[in-house]
Structure formats: C-alpha cells, structure tokens
C-alpha cells in the first residue's frame, strides 16, 4: 500500500509543494487488522509498514466468507442499517469463530484508510468516521455509537473496535517525512469513498458544499461496482429493498442503492469471450476485445435481448444469479450481449431508486460518473433512457472531494 501510495504520489511530481492538510478517503465495509508498536521510527519514501506494525490481510467489501446461514446466526443490530457479508463486523464475527488465534494477534481493527491514518500519525488506537462504522454494520448513527452490549454479549472482539470521530476532523499530525510531505501536516479522519465521491461530484455542479435543502440532483457512479442516490436529512423506512442510509457530512445522510455489479460484470463478459477463444487456440488481446465489443455494441442501437446482469449477487439478496432470456438465432451477436448486458446494470439500478422515485424527491438531474461509465458511451445511452431525466457526466472522484473537504475546513 505505501508503496503504491509513493509511486502514484511522486509520479505526480509534487515537490517542492508545501501540504497543510492531509485528506484521505477509501472503500468502506473492508477490515485490516494490526498490533501497534510505538516508536517505529518511519522514514520517507517506499517504507513497508509490516516491517514495523503487525499487520493482517485486508478483508474488502468483496469478501463472501460470510453466507446467509452465518449473517443469520449473528445477533441483530440496533441500527437501521443491516449487516453483510463483507462488512467488517461481520467478518470480524467469522474470524472470531473460525480463526480466533489470528484474532488474538492484534489489538486494532479498521478500514485500510483507517490503518494508514494511525500509521501516519502514531495513533495507538485508530479513530474511525461514523461513515466507515457505519458501513461496518452494529453501529447506531444516532448515538454515533457501535452496539457493543450487544457485541459483548456473544463474545464479539470488541477490543479491536477503533474510537469514533467526525468524517474530516484533524486527528493527528504527520509524525514524519512522507513522500515530499514534512512532519506537522494535519491529517483527517478518513472519510468513506461513497461520500467524498458525492461530495465532490455534487458539489462540483454549483450546488453548496454544505446540503442547503437542494435536493434537485441525484448521482450514479459505476465503477467497478455501482451506485446511486441523493442526499436526504434522515433515513426513511419506506425505501425499496437494497436502498441504505450512510452518513454524509454535517448530520445529512446519503440514500443510497449500492450493487455489487458494475464495470466488474463487463469485465468478466470480456474475460469470458477471451477464455473461449484461448479453447480455441486463439489469442486476442484484452485491449482488442474490448475495442471490437464496444464497436459491436455501439452498432447495436436496440435488442430485445433481456440479461438480467446480477452476476455478483446483492448484499440483500446474495443468492441471485446472473441470466440471459429472449434469446433468438438475430439476437445471439457479441452488440446485442453488449447492448443488454448494460442496459441490465442499469435496470437493476433503477430497481433499488427508480426514476418515479427520484421525480417524487424533487430530482430532476443526475450527475453521473464513474470510470465503467465515462468510457462506456454505451452505459452512458442505456443510464439516459432509462431514467429519462437530465444526466450530467462528470469526471469527478472520490479524492477529489476529500481534497475538497480539507480546503472547506481550511477556509
């Protein structure tokens, strides 16, 4: 991680620069476990931290150690927020259980952001946003609180669980040179990636950085999974099934339809076109074949080829498969699976918040944005015909809006 951190940061040729605030921001619901040791002595440039902290593997959003029959053995939380698999506590619950010698190994648990915040500042005990608590499930947004009678009563680790801080709020200081960045920087809490991406995507079209009451904008994002929503001043109990309320920033939530399909079941259309072809003895590269799918798929105005794209399931319905229906002798081309696999994800998006949904909030305008999506002209046609509503793109991402957020605090 810090390595990668390094190459990105220096290829950007920053030096010379001087850093007043640090912002960081990462996907939510994963889990990295790790034991402090004080006085590490860090220094610089390309440094590997299991040198000097012990350190778990990061379990992501994507883990699927957790099935059905385990998130039903676990105790029910007191949130409006459900747990799945992949979310940290309920990893931490299946590690406790089947690995509980990995569990003792440590004494810290967080998001990965989390870990880097602690390692950068010397934090004995990592300080998490009620954002990425959020997204770990047992954690009550109104108390700002994890559930721990609740956790403690079935034996929950609960002395891995970080202290809770504002999304953004300076933490600590950089306790050492880091990639052109002297010591004494401030550094934030890291943020979740969901809301510095809607941060920065909302904002960016002249709404207040702060929510005002305007909720006239709704935003899309698909990357390698998907998301859509709008910011709200409290959950409602009447959302479709799949739509979950995360903290946002000044006590406002996001409503929010999050997929675990998005440029991920694309990818793996095209993985499967070049496996068959490698039975075949045939060699295409992955560039060539995406460039003739695309081709294929942009020819294609229309199908009635139905794919109904789940390919990864859903956190509230991880036993649903992927299918392909209406299939005829002038529908079977590479355009036509193109065509309907991304009118699939999109029509699975509009199954969590619908366009009526959205004219009924007021919203009348989505900014959309993502890498799967600003490269596919493609998702780009399906996303506006279905939802038939003003679809602004934008370029705009995550660490932009963290950027953000420290320069508001700043001013």
């Not at 680790?157 to 970080?162: A, E, K, M, N, Q």
């Not at 793996?268 to 060539?288: C, G, P, R």
């Amino acid at each position: 991680m810090y390595s990668t951190i390094y190459e990105i940061f220096i290829s950007k040729s920053q030096k010379h620069r001087i850093f007043n605030w640090l912002g960081i921001c990462g996907q939510m619901h994963g889990v990295c476990m790790w034991k402090y040791h004080q006085n590490h002595n860090l220094t610089g440039s390309k440094i590997s931290c299991k040198n000097y902290w012990k350190t778990s593997d990061l379990y992501t959003w994507m883990d699927k150690r957790c099935d059905s029959e385990f998130l039903r053995s676990l105790p029910l939380p007191q949130s409006h927020l459900k747990v799945s698999t992949g979310h940290g506590c309920a990893t931490l619950f299946w590690l406790s259980k089947y690995s509980p010698s990995e569990i003792k190994n440590y004494d810290s648990a967080g998001t990965i952001m989390d870990y880097l915040v602690a390692m950068l500042c010397d934090l004995s005990k990592p300080i998490m946003s009620n954002q990425n608590a959020a997204s770990w499930g047992y954690f009550d947004t109104v108390k700002n609180e994890f559930n721990i009678p609740i956790l403690e009563a079935v034996n929950f680790p609960v002395h891995l669980l970080p202290h809770i801080g504002p999304a953004g709020q300076i933490v600590g200081r950089l306790q050492f040179p880091w990639i052109g960045i002297e010591p004494g920087c401030s550094v934030g809490i890291a943020s979740g990636d969901l809301q510095c991406f809607a941060y920065s995507t909302l904002s960016h079209y002249k709404l207040k950085q702060h929510f005002s009451g305007s909720d006239d904008f709704g935003f899309v994002n698909i990357s390698t999974s998907a998301q859509i929503g709008y910011i709200v001043p409290a959950p409602d109990d009447k959302s479709a099934p799949g739509v979950e309320y995360f903290p946002y920033f000044d006590g406002y939530y996001l409503a929010v339809g999050a997929s675990l399909n998005g440029g991920n079941v694309l990818s793996s259309y095209v993985d499967s076109i070049l496996n068959l072809l490698e039975e075949f003895d045939t060699h295409v590269t992955k560039d060539k074949a995406w460039e003739k799918i695309m081709t294929a798929g942009n020819a294609t105005l229309g199908t009635d080829l139905t794919v109904s794209a789940i390919l990864f399931g859903e956190r509230h319905c991880p036993e649903a498969k992927a299918s392909i229906s209406n299939i005829s002798p002038s529908n079977s081309g590479l355009g036509h699976l193109m065509r309907a696999l991304c009118k699939g994800l999109i029509d699975n998006l509009a199954q969590f918040i619908s366009p009526e949904d959205l004219l009924q909030k007021g919203i009348n305008s989505i900014v959309a944005s993502g890498t799967a999506l600003n490269r596919n002209p493609i998702l780009q046609q399906e996303l506006r015909k279905r939802f038939n509503l003003d679809v602004v793109l934008n370029e705009s991402d995550a660490a932009f809006g963290v950027a953000q957020l420290c320069r508001s605090k700043i001013k």
